[in-house]
Nanobody
Framework: QVQLVESGGGLVQAGGSQRLSCQASGRTDSLYAVGWFRQVPGKEREFVAGLLWSHRMTYYADDVKGRFTISRDNAKSTVYLQMNSLKSDDTAVYYC?????????????????WGKGTLVTVSS
């Protein structure tokens, strides 16, 4: 089993920055991919950014490319999401997600473990 705990959410002004952290514990050696999804009430959870745990490959949703950066610290088993130039549309609950396999893209059905989420509110 793997546990994921997010932190770093909060209120930020439009145009500002926020960094989210996801601390993984447990059988982290079983993980192949880790990423971030987000969800707004009434809408489907959507992919934001992801990376392969032991590779340099990163993946981003089109609307966050150039603004968000995902990175990892293997020694700390932690994944970060640096969010810059935030917009009101980025307001959501952000979930850390991890998978034991990766089939070319990050999908909700491919996630094996979820964190409980952290709320990011961008005020305009």
């Amino acid at each position: 089993q793997v546990q994921l705990v997010e932190s770093g959410g909060g209120l930020v002004q439009a145009g500002g920055s926020q960094r989210l952290s996801c601390q993984a514990s447990g059988r982290t050696d079983s993980l192949y991919a880790v990423g971030w999804f987000r969800q707004v009430p009434g809408k489907e959870r959507e992919f934001v950014a992801g990376l392969l745990w032991s590779h340099r490959m990163t993946y981003y949703a089109d609307d966050v490319k150039g603004r968000f950066t995902i990175s990892r610290d293997n020694a700390k088993s932690t994944v970060y999401l640096q969010m810059n130039s935030l917009k009101s549309d980025d307001t959501a609950v952000y979930y850390c997600a991890a998978s034991r396999e990766f089939r070319g893209r990050f999908t909700i059905s491919g996630v094996d473990y979820w964190g409980k989420g952290t709320l990011v509110t961008v005020s305009s």
